[in-house]
């Protein structure tokens, strides 16, 4: 079975901290997600990574960056915490087919994070 | 312009019966593939079941199927014989296909629909 783990389920942060946020998957898939889940706006995708050390921003990056050094570990970082990012955030992985599709995306336990 | 839309917020169904979650979708790309996935309280996103643009067939997962009408450009996902396990958040998903490359996989999720399931 493919398991995508996250570093945390729970985090509270103060305003203003830098926020470290870690996946790891261990299937050697290719393409590596984050996303932000709040109510009624379902998931937006924040950042993905289609390789090592290659990154893509995604509909809402403004306020976070990324980190592929490995291939099974994708940071995501907030370089300074607000409270507007408290949320859920889930990370998610896929591989891609020799043609360059790509399928489900198999997603991790999330991180419930608070910023105070 | 939202890109895929789950109109009802909420939705009810006895035991045994079957329900419909909608989904439509808008794309113009003529590869594109649909995805459901569930989300239990417990948060974790389980995959249900996938639909190619070009697939001629509705898919199947078990008590799963998609309702894949493509001039309507709607997905709706049918579960039959409802469980109270069924009781979830279900969300849609598109990946839009760039026409001579990949999209890498990014999908465009829908709002969600909470399913309950009543005994």
């Known amino acids: 079975d493919v398991k995508v783990t996250q570093s945390s389920r729970y985090l509270v942060k103060r305003t203003g901290e830098k926020v470290f946020l870690e996946c790891v998957q261990d299937?050697?898939?290719?393409?590596m997600f984050w996303y932000r889940q709040d109510p009624g706006l379902g998931l937006r995708l924040i950042y993905f990574?289609?390789?090592?050390?290659?990154?893509e921003k995604g509909d809402i990056p403004e306020g976070y960056s990324v980190s592929r050094e490995k291939k099974e570990r994708f940071s995501l970082i907030l370089e300074s915490a607000s409270t507007n990012q408290t949320s859920m955030y889930l990370c998610?992985?896929?591989?891609?087919?020799?043609?360059?599709?790509?399928?489900?995306?198999?997603f991790g336990p999330g991180t419930r994070l608070t910023v105070t | 312009a939202q890109k895929i839309t789950q109109t009802q917020p909420g939705m009810f169904v006895q035991e045994k019966e079957a329900v419909t979650l909608d989904c439509t979708y808008d794309?113009?790309?003529?590869?594109?593939?649909l995805f459901w996935y569930k989300q239990p309280s417990s948060g974790e996103m389980i995959f249900l079941i996938y639909?190619?643009?070009?697939?001629?067939q509705n898919a199947t997962e078990g008590r799963y199927s998609l309702n894949f009408q493509k001039a309507r450009k709607s997905a709706n996902l049918v579960i039959s014989a409802s469980q109270l396990g069924d009781s979830a958040m279900y969300f849609c998903?598109?990946?839009?296909?760039?026409?001579?490359?990949?999209?890498?996989?990014?999908?465009?999720f829908g709002q969600g629909t909470i399913l309950t399931v009543h005994p």
């Open positions: 998610a992985s896929s591989f891609l087919t020799p043609s360059g599709k790509s399928y489900e995306q198999y």
């Open positions: 299937m050697d898939h290719e393409n």
């Open positions: 990574s289609y390789d090592v050390k290659m990154k």
């Open positions: 794309t113009s790309d003529q590869s594109y593939g």
């Open positions: 639909q190619g643009s070009y697939d001629e």
């Open positions: 998903a598109m990946r839009e296909d760039i026409a001579g490359g990949t999209s890498y996989g990014k999908l465009t």
